[in-house]
């Protein structure tokens, strides 16, 4: 009698053992499903983005195209961008001034060892113009007024910090930029901040491509802000353009402190234009930031 006893235990021991094993195998089997879908949804990428002589590239921007979704790459070319929870039918863009911008699908890009990325230099032609004194004058387009606050920067609001902000410049003469200058309502810069700008052609009425062969920075500290304004000479640059034209600017991702434009608030615009990342642009009726160029323009 002791023996049966003593085997059937053992026989349930056992089920019970091989019952509890299925049911971890299972459980395990449902676990490692749920990770590998949260890898798909949830995914940080990481790379560096260099120059064909395999120089790394600062500022250029990395995201999702029309989306406010990205990053900017550091001094190095380093980057990290978020994809969790993209469709990875949408395009990845790239984009810097002075380079073909970079476009691939997002599955795409995924499936590769490496997310390094080269960018290709833009070719720009640069025309000879010869200046005569009485042909051209100097003016000033665009918004200044620095006594009312319009828009600005403030890093303990992370949202705004990528956000950047444009104006239309209404030409149909032949022009040279020669400075970009902001009129400022109100800083408080905790060290020196970089802004960045760019000059834009008209794409129907709103922002195009870039006419700069390079990123137009400029870094400074308080002490350089003279008389509530900012100002970044590009005469050297040449510049030239004949017809209507966009300007913008945007802080770098470091950026601490405030810093708020000037401009006409309660003035009806249709020049106005706003982004985050690669965003699309937007119009922005309510006013004008105080953005303005120095020109020399023919009579």
């Known amino acids: 009698m002791l023996i049966p006893f003593i085997l059937s235990i053992c026989i349930e021991v056992f089920l019970f053992f091989l019952y509890s094993g299925i049911i971890y195998l299972m459980n395990f089997k449902y676990l490692f499903i749920l990770l590998a879908t949260a890898n798909l949804s949830a995914q940080k990428i990481s790379g560096t983005i260099f120059s064909e002589k395999h120089q790394p590239i600062a500022d250029a921007r990395i995201g999702i195209e029309n989306e406010d979704i990205g990053s900017i790459t550091n001094e190095e070319g380093k980057y990290v961008v978020d994809l969790t929870g993209i469709d990875r039918n949408r395009i ?5 001034n002075g380079y073909e911008p970079f476009y691939v699908k997002i599955s ?8 390094d990325i080269s960018l290709n230099k833009k070719i720009f032609e640069i025309e000879n113009v010869n200046i005569t004194p009485k042909k051209y004058i100097q003016k000033n387009f665009g918004t200044r007024n620095s006594k009312r606050g319009y828009c600005g920067y403030d890093s303990e609001d992370p949202k705004k910090i990528f956000r950047e902000y444009a104006i239309k410049i209404k030409n149909r003469r032949k022009l040279k930029v020669k400075k970009i200058n902001l009129n400022l309502s109100f800083f408080a810069i905790e060290k020196p901040v ?20 390079e990123t137009l ?11 509530n304004t900012i100002s970044l000479d590009v005469n050297d640059k040449s510049i030239w353009l004949n017809g209507d034209f966009f300007v913008s600017v945007r802080v770098s991702e470091d950026f601490r402190g405030k810093l708020f434009l000037g401009g006409n608030i309660f003035a009806f615009s249709k020049n106005t234009y706003y982004r985050n990342y690669f965003g699309e642009w937007k119009k922005f009726s309510a006013g004008e930031p105080s953005i303005n160029v120095d020109v020399l323009i023919e009579k």
Do not use: N
Not at 201 to 212: I, L, M, R
């Open 92 to 96: 990845l863009k790239v984009y810097v």
């Open 108 to 115: 795409d890009f995924e499936a590769l060892q490496k997310y």
């Open 194 to 213: 970089t802004l960045i700008f760019d000059i834009q052609q008209s794409a129907g009425d709103f922002p195009g491509k870039s006419v700069v062969s």
């Open 217 to 227: 920075k400029l870094t400074i500290a308080k002490e350089d802000i003279r008389d």
